[in-house]
Nanobody, 128 residues
Framework: QVQLVESGGGSVQAGGSVRLSCEVSVNSFNTYSIGWFRQAPGKERVFVAVHRGSGGTTYFADSVKGRFTISRDNAKNTVHLQMNNLKPEDTAVYYC?????????????????????WGQGTQVTVSS
């Protein structure tokens, strides 16, 4: 059973930074794509970023490009989402998710249907 544990959410003022972490209990962690999605109140869950494992390919939603980065520590089975220059519209519950092999092709990484396992979510609130 794959388990994901997110941490690092909280409240911050606009322009501030938050780092989210997602620890995944799975073997061969480096073969899994780990994605981040978010869901704002009253809205659908949307793609934020993904780290596609071995090879290090990353991909970001246009809304966060240049502000968010994603990194991976394969020794600790952990992926980090560094969020800088936060805006009030970044307020949401953030979820990490696992896309196991065979991973989705790059053009499909934003589709949540490719992710089989999800964390419980962590709240990020950005005040103006």
């Amino acid at each position: 059973q794959v388990q994901l544990v997110e941490s690092g959410g909280g409240s911050v003022q606009a322009g501030g930074s938050v780092r989210l972490s997602c620890e995944v209990s799975v073997n061969s962690f480096n073969t899994y794509s780990i994605g981040w999605f978010r869901q704002a109140p009253g809205k659908e869950r949307v793609f934020v970023a993904v780290h596609r494992g071995s090879g290090g390919t990353t991909y970001f939603a246009d809304s966060v490009k240049g502000r968010f980065t994603i990194s991976r520590d394969n020794a600790k089975n952990t992926v980090h989402l560094q969020m800088n220059n936060l805006k009030p519209e970044d307020t949401a519950v953030y979820y990490c998710a696992v896309d196991p092999p065979p991973r989705a092709i790059l053009s499909a990484v934003s589709d949540s249907r490719h992710y089989d396992y999800w964390g419980q979510g962590t709240q990020v609130t950005v005040s103006s």
